[in-house]
């Protein structure tokens, strides 16, 4: 069974406008960790957000992760064009050591 | 530095062949992995080595499929007498130590089985 579900599966939205994307998991976890993949290609980590923080930043991203609700979200505020792509959750759960990834959100941003 | 490499990065074979394909990860990385990604879909783990040795095989969809590392770097995923559903982007990553570290892909080898 999935341990990350992302949501929603695709969204769209206008240039400069907020995007904000939804990461359920299922176990306890230790970290969760926020990629990106543009046209099919390998992933680029973006943010790793630790079981003991409740927020964090970088440049435009701000991630929020809320263990009561086993929950994350991610947000891309003043979105760009460039931002169009997929975007992944992955969680390590504890007590199975391994890093496990989301179904993806699909972003498109137009100009 | 040098990110992982793969190689190659499209591949289009005819049904019934073999396919090899490289994995060249970040040097110093012990944890290499193999997911297959079809068209519009999610990660599909296949096989996720530490050093030479392959702990966790679950992901291999049938035997068909094998993956070898040697000198605890450069990765083989081998495919036999490839079929159609085949088809995908075939993506390795690599990470320091542990199997929950940062995972670092490459840029994948699109595989077309015609």
């Known amino acids: 069974s999935q341990q990350g579900e992302e949501d929603p599966q695709a969204l769209s939205i206008q240039e400069g406008e907020n995007a904000t994307m939804n990461c359920s998991y299922k176990?306890?976890?230790?970290?969760l960790q926020w990629y990106r993949q543009n046209s099919g290609r390998g992933l680029v980590h973006l943010i790793l957000i630790r079981s003991n923080e409740r927020e964090k930043h970088s440049g435009r991203l701000r991630v929020t992760l809320d263990t009561s609700k086993k929950s994350s979200s991610l947000l891309i505020t003043a979105s760009r064009a460039a931002d169009t792509a997929s975007y992944f959750c992955?969680?390590?759960?504890?007590?199975?050591?391994?890093?496990?990834f989301g179904t993806g959100t699909r972003l498109q941003v137009f100009p | 530095g040098a990110g992982v490499s793969q190689s190659p990065s499209n591949k289009v074979t005819e049904k019934g062949k073999d396919v090899e394909l490289r994995c060249d990860p970040i040097?110093?990385?012990?944890?290499l992995y193999w997911y297959r990604q079809s068209l519009g879909q999610g990660l599909e783990f296949l096989i996720y080595f530490q050093g030479n040795s392959a702990p966790d095989k679950s992901g291999l969809p049938s035997d068909r499929f094998s993956a070898e590392r040697t000198g605890g770097s450069v990765s083989t995923l081998t495919i036999q007498r490839t079929q159609q559903e085949d088809s995908a982007v075939y993506l390795c990553?690599?990470?320091?130590?542990?199997?929950?570290?940062?995972?670092?892909f490459g840029p994948g080898t699109r595989l077309t089985v015609l």
């Open positions: 990553a690599s990470s320091l130590a542990l199997r929950t570290d940062t995972q670092y």
């Open positions: 040097s110093g990385h012990t944890a």
């Open positions: 992955a969680t390590d759960a504890r007590y199975t050591d391994k890093l496990i």
């Open positions: 176990t306890s976890i230790n970290n």
